[in-house]
């Protein structure tokens, strides 16, 4: 097959296709010149169309569905509107009534399929950049309750609930407003629960509401900007955890709180598939025991030491010593929880807001092991839609950066884990004009479902890591209803293993790798992997091969190592031979659930408070199997918390064995030239120290420890299928249409 590559310079696409359809012209006898030229332009019409799209790519919507588009036009000879609106009505598309103007671009709403816009010959040199409107979601938030309510029946005639075997997204918040519109088909009153029997069900904040409609819907905006019918897979359950005003919790008992949650929700289901999400966290740091507030570095808490031990399947009390374990670890009771990073305080807002993010430390309990920890970021930069009373203000954060509201662990000490995990939409800050003042339009929020109070409005918007984690537990929530025998380890895994960094962070990461592995390490703490999908985390293109293991490892055997694990992958050698120095990716993640010690002065260091400890690496290209089980061995016995093991491939590591060893979720990325690859199909699996090593009398080894591994390969310069071969191997059926 041949292939041009044709550069088309910004403002000339009409005139290309103009001219490739010039030179596919009909003949007399009804037969194109080049029959094959003209099935190709609709694909490269299409293909132009998504090349304007500048939200996440996997969020460009299908060839066929007919969506609101944000569209910004060139302003050429001022006749941009005019040849659009005759366009509009040549293809029967809406156009939003409302156009809003900049020095060099107009805006405008238009309601069309991805293949109308590439009909647009007589527009598409007008068309500059194409966006979700975010805007409209913002603007019916503001609207009065009779609209909003429009908006609500719309959506509620074309939603199906799911069935009550469905997962569910626990909620522990401030309670739900269970007979929200939204919500009351997906939220039984049997699965309402409050911490104390003698507070009330319903949400008495706020707060909760507006995290339930995330967590059923992810982005709401979205869905209410839709056209077809909206299909749930997942249900919700709701457990009061935040006691009504004037209460509050004392600090030390949020562990047995979050305890008393857990077990609400699975005495009354005790086999459904759910995941917890908890925006809540402690403001200030932990408590101490003259009541004073110190600085968090990472180190352990009872509420962060309560989730890690409910986590990994036990029944625990909290005392001042530490934890009780009331029975044995069950692998059928492990748990995913997400919880919130924590947000920067209204107050420490500031223009040069990043530095503010990095020494603002993830809040307790953000810092457990096995918890999946949210971030936010945001693609909300626009106040053009947000009313006079915004004119002149400016939004902190660039689009796909972090967001001012975030906290990282840059602060944390390099042997505490890496937070956030992954982060989501939460929204930005509006500077004021003098640079003095800084706010939240709802411009730059998130659109929600909101408890009515007195004045019956059933929509808000939110932001904040809040709002980041109940989008997150969303998409935990997908991956279950898609794939319901997977471990929660292997949930985390795989929204880990699927998240990329957004266009402004990776550029700051290509920077940091000119620098070394310690810059790469400070933005790893800040951004965590950056922005997650559901399509990357559950299916696999034909350049981007993901395989997934489940396996139970037994870690020590009276204070020795025992077990490794040697996992021989079906990797594609022929094509990657074939490749020879075209670069590739390799993407390895390892995630498990450690048990904490139960004693708060095994909290001290991370080999003293976490159960074990395990590894990976990847054999070398040259690199027999034996050579290659002897290094993983001598490595396994050499680590030791002071003297962390060096690579001599550590350079085509993005972070190096030396920087993704902190907590249990373990990422990297290599890269280098497909041949090398080929010659890497071993994945080593390997323990190193932890306290049941320590203490052999306490040893879960017998009952082995789980985890799970995502590999990937990414050939995403090359036009090779490497799905298919691996298919073959491992015996995967190809459905074939007829």
Excluded at 438 to 459: C, F, I, K, N, S
Aim: hydrophobic share 40%.
């Amino acid at each position: 097959m041949e292939q041009a590559t044709v550069f088309v310079p910004d403002g000339k696409l009409g005139h290309f296709f103009s001219k490739l359809e010039g030179y596919a012209e009909t003949t007399n006898d009804a037969k194109p010149k080049n029959a094959n030229l003209v099935d190709r332009i609709a694909a490269v019409r299409l293909a132009s169309v998504e090349a304007l799209w500048t939200d996440p790519p996997e969020q460009f919507p299908e060839p066929d569905a007919r969506v609101w588009w944000e569209v910004w036009l060139r302003r050429r000879d001022g006749n941009e509107i005019g040849r659009l609106q005759q366009f509009a009505e040549r293809a029967r598309v809406r156009m939003g009534p409302r156009t809003l103007g900049f020095s060099d671009r107009t805006v405008v709403l238009v309601e069309a399929t991805a293949r109308d816009l590439a009909t647009a010959l007589d527009v598409l040199d007008d068309l500059a950049e194409l966006r979700q409107p975010h805007e409209l979601a913002q603007q019916i938030a503001s609207e009065p309750a009779s609209e909003q309510r429009e908006w609500v029946d719309q959506l509620v005639d074309r939603t199906s609930a799911a069935s009550a075997e469905a997962p569910t997204v626990c909620i522990l918040d401030t309670g739900v407003h269970k007979n929200h519109a939204l919500l009351t088909h997906s939220l039984d009153l049997t699965d309402c629960h409050s911490c104390d029997p003698n507070w009330r069900l319903d949400d008495h904040g706020g707060h909760g509401t507006e995290m339930a409609g995330l967590a059923l819907y992810g982005d709401l905006g979205k869905v209410l900007r839709s056209a077809g019918p909206v299909k749930l897979r997942h249900r919700l359950e709701s457990v009061k955890l935040v006691p009504p005003p004037p209460q509050a919790h004392p600090p030390e008992l949020h562990g047995a709180v979050t305890a008393t949650a857990a077990s609400l929700v699975e005495v009354q289901a005790p086999a459904r598939r759910r995941v917890f999400s908890m925006a809540v966290t402690a403001k200030g740091g932990p408590v101490q025991e003259d009541g004073s507030r110190r600085r968090v570095t990472g180190e352990p808490t009872s509420w962060s030491a309560a989730v890690d031990a409910l986590a990994a399947g036990r029944s625990i009390d909290v005392t001042d010593n530490g934890l009780v374990y009331l029975d044995q670890a069950e692998e059928a009771a492990r748990r995913l929880f997400l919880i919130s990073a924590g947000n920067v305080e209204r107050t420490k807002f500031q223009q040069d807001y990043l530095n503010r993010n990095d020494v603002e430390p993830v809040e307790d309990p953000g810092q457990a092991w096995n918890a999946l920890t949210v971030g936010a970021y945001t693609s909300l930069d626009n106040l053009a839609s947000a009313g006079k009373m915004w004119d002149g203000w400016i939004p902190l954060a660039p689009r796909g950066e972090l967001s001012p509201h975030s906290r990282t662990s840059v602060p944390f000490s390099r042997r505490w884990p890496i937070k956030p995990d992954i982060v989501l939409e939460g929204g930005n800050v509006a500077c004021s004009p003098a640079g003095t003042s800084y706010d939240t339009p709802e411009a730059l929020q998130v659109l929600t479902t909101r408890h009515p109070g007195v004045d019956a409005r059933l929509l808000t918007t939110t932001c904040a890591t809040s709002a980041a984690t109940a989008q997150a537990a969303h998409l935990a929530a997908s991956i279950l209803a898609d794939y319901p025998t997977l471990w929660p380890e292997t949930v985390r895994a795989l929204i880990v293993h699927s998240a990329e960094w957004t266009t402004a962070m990776q550029q700051r990461v290509d920077r940091a790798r000119r620098v070394g592995k310690a810059a790469v390490h400070q933005l790893h703490r800040r951004y965590g992997m950056g922005l997650p999908s559901l399509d990357r985390a559950t299916r696999s293109a034909s350049d981007a091969l993901t395989l997934i293991a489940q396996d139970t490892i037994h870690p020590y055997r009276d204070g020795t190592m025992r077990e490794m694990h040697l996992h021989d992958l079906p990797w594609p050698t022929d094509v990657l031979i074939g490749l020879g120095a075209a670069q590739v990716r390799l993407r390895v993640t390892l995630s498990y659930f450690i048990e904490p010690n139960p004693g708060r002065r095994g909290w001290q260091r991370r080999y003293s408070y976490a159960s074990h400890g395990l590894r990976f690496d990847i054999r070398r290209p040259t690199e027999s199997t034996d050579l290659f089980r002897k290094r993983i061995n001598q490595r396994a016995l050499a680590e030791e918390e002071r003297r962390p093991s060096s690579t001599n491939d550590a350079k085509q590591w993005i972070f190096g064995s030396n920087q993704r060893t902190a907590g249990s979720l373990h990422t990297d990325i290599w890269e280098g030239s497909a041949a090398d690859l080929a010659g890497c199909g071993a994945i080593a699996i390997f323990p190193v120290t932890g306290w049941w090593k320590e203490n052999p009398k306490r040893d879960g080894s017998d009952s082995g420890a789980r985890y799970a591994l995502a590999v990937s390969i990414e050939t995403p310069e090359q036009d090779v299928d490497i799905w298919t071969p691996v298919a073959q191997q491992i015996g995967v059926p190809v459905a074939i249409q007829v």
